[in-house]
């Protein structure tokens, strides 16, 4: 077992520890709700669940007299952004409260994966069998329907699209062709819901130098991919710089070992950071 094991193994997150396994049963709300506990550990994650449970029963009578599925995500979209201001914001990309459930709920203003699974989470009580799509660069809901699928863009105010005018919209932002988009808009597994939020965490937290929290978001991607080298790498770079220069000098000499060519130099550089870390200790 190594070292990141033993220091940090969120054995009470239930939803994590069933990601760990691979099983796709996961409360990805409650999943999600588990990563914003890490800065915040007297989380109450009840008061957001009880918000959910308040939209929903605010779109009880709404959804029952949708005409169609278009409707249907017209008055989820009505409720959620409508009614309680919740979108997109340019600022929500550069802050980890972008990410965290509660915290969007209470600004109002999120980045699209987070929007979305407060949509999902709603959706779920009313029986609506919305799904999550990690497309290229954005973040979406898909509701299957007879007539096909619709998409629904959570950080654009709840925008509603056909399958061809969603192409035609990622094809615009993200520069890619129909056929390479296509295959990527499907519903996503829990387990890539919740890497893509760690990732995105991970982004904000490293361009602001905020090593601390960093920690439990690389630690908990390490978990997730125990084989991946660039994800050991980061784990140790990230202990290091949060301060924590005796865990980090097993874990880069560990790297170390099986780093390609162009990781020497740096890794070298960082043990090196690590000994004299500890020396200063003594």
């Known amino acids: ?16 520890a069933k990601l760990l396994v691979r099983q796709d049963d996961v409360d990805l709300e409650t999943a999600a709700l588990e990563l914003a506990r ?23 009578a709404p959804v029952a007299r949708a005409g169609d599925e278009h409707d ?38 999120g980045i699209p994966i987070s929007l979305s699974l407060i949509y999902l989470a709603v959706a779920k009580r009313l029986k609506i069998p919305l799904e999550g799509v990690a497309a290229p660069v ?6 299957d329907t007879p007539a096909g699928p619709l998409f629904l863009d959570a950080f654009s105010s709840g925008r ?6 969603c192409l035609d919209w990622l094809g615009d932002l993200s520069g890619l062709a129909h056929q390479r988009l296509l295959p990527a808009l499907g519903p996503t597994r829990p387990r890539q819901i919740i890497q893509r939020m760690l990732n995105n965490l991970k982004a904000v937290y490293i361009d602001h130098d905020s090593w ?18 660039a994800q050991r790498r980061d784990l140790a770079l990230v202990t290091l710089k949060a301060g924590h220069p005796d865990r980090a000098l097993g874990m880069l000499q560990s790297c170390a070992k099986t780093a390609p060519s162009d990781d020497l130099v740096v890794l070298e550089q960082l043990i090196d950071q690590a000994r004299v870390a500890l020396a200063a200790w003594n």
């Open 1 to 16: 077992m190594s070292s990141f094991d033993t220091e940090m193994s969120f054995s009470g997150d239930e939803e994590f």
């Open 38 to 60: 890490d800065v915040s550990p007297s989380l109450d994650f009840n008061a957001t669940l009880k918000w959910f449970d308040q939209r929903a029963a605010e779109l009880a």
């Open 72 to 109: 249907l995500l017209e008055a989820l979209a009505g409720c959620l952004s409508g009614s309680h201001g919740l979108t997109g914001s340019a600022e929500a990309f550069r802050s980890a409260s972008g990410s965290f459930l509660p915290d969007v709920i209470a600004t109002g203003h």
């Open 138 to 143: 954005h973040f979406l809901c898909r509701l």
């Open 160 to 165: 509603v699209m056909e399958l061809d005018e």
């Open 212 to 229: 601390k929290p960093a920690l439990p978001v690389q630690q908990r991607l390490t978990l997730l991919e125990p084989a991946s080298y």
